[in-house]
């Protein structure tokens, strides 16, 4: 365990479903990232949490929408999505927000396995 | 072409033998990761070189980096069969969030 859980491990769901993925640190860290992961494609950055505050969304679709209620916890639900929204998708932690400073170094969760039909 | 960039795309290699990676990038960074992913698994920290290194040892693992020629390596000496994994640069622009290339899949054969 690294410190950063998902749940689920693996969600499958149909287009027109609502579902949530679910990340927890236990690190005491301050910033909380979700990044997709698909096959043969590098990771892409989604949104990113600084102290409870989205300070990065990378042009993802509204069907997609994050919420971190506090700096422990975040969360990604999920509505209306399409099959080539199957991935696995990653949170992260690091200690701080300082994009570009050097020093920021990501703990990522195992993922959640998304598979929409 | 992308920021990080690994190269090869896939090694195959036998146990005991030693495995380079490399990795190119465009942009001037702070620093540069390497990370490891096990198969349908999350992203494990190896090693961080900042821009004022050229070279970092972490037991069997070694990285360079040439900021001349945005390139790093990373080398693992003595491979073994539980380094079978994907292994991803992640650079870090100036200012801007991380940004990993494709990845370089790893496998050792016993």
């Known amino acids: 365990e690294t410190g950063v859980t998902q749940t689920p491990r693996h969600l499958v769901m149909g287009m027109t479903n609502k579902k949530s993925l679910k990340c927890e640190q236990h690190l005491g860290h301050n910033a909380m990232y979700w990044y997709k992961q698909s096959a043969k494609k590098p990771l892409e950055l989604m949104f990113v949490y600084s102290l409870e505050e989205r300070v990065e969304n990378n042009s993802v679709p509204s069907r997609f929408s994050p919420e971190c209620p506090n700096s422990s916890h975040l969360f990604l639900h999920l509505h209306t999505l399409q099959p080539e929204d199957s991935a696995l998708y990653l949170c992260a932690s690091s200690q701080v927000w300082q994009p570009g400073s050097g020093a920021n170094v990501l703990t990522f969760g195992a993922g959640s396995r998304l598979t929409v039909l | 072409s992308q920021q990080g960039e690994e190269d090869p795309q896939a090694l195959s290699i036998q146990e005991g033998e030693n495995a380079t990676m490399n990795c190119s990038y465009k942009t001037s960074i702070n620093n540069l990761q390497w990370y490891r992913q096990n198969s349908g698994r999350g992203l494990v920290h190896l090693i961080l070189?900042?821009?004022?290194?050229r070279e970092k040892h972490s037991g069997r693992l070694r990285v360079t980096l040439d900021t001349s020629k945005k390139s790093s390596s990373l080398l693992i000496t003595a491979s073994r069969a539980a380094d079978t994994a994907s292994y991803f640069c992640?650079?870090?622009?100036?200012?801007?969030?991380?940004?990993f290339g494709p990845g370089t899949r790893l496998s050792v054969l016993p």
């Open positions: 070189i900042r821009s004022n290194e």
């Open positions: 992640a650079t870090e622009p100036i200012g801007q969030n991380f940004v």
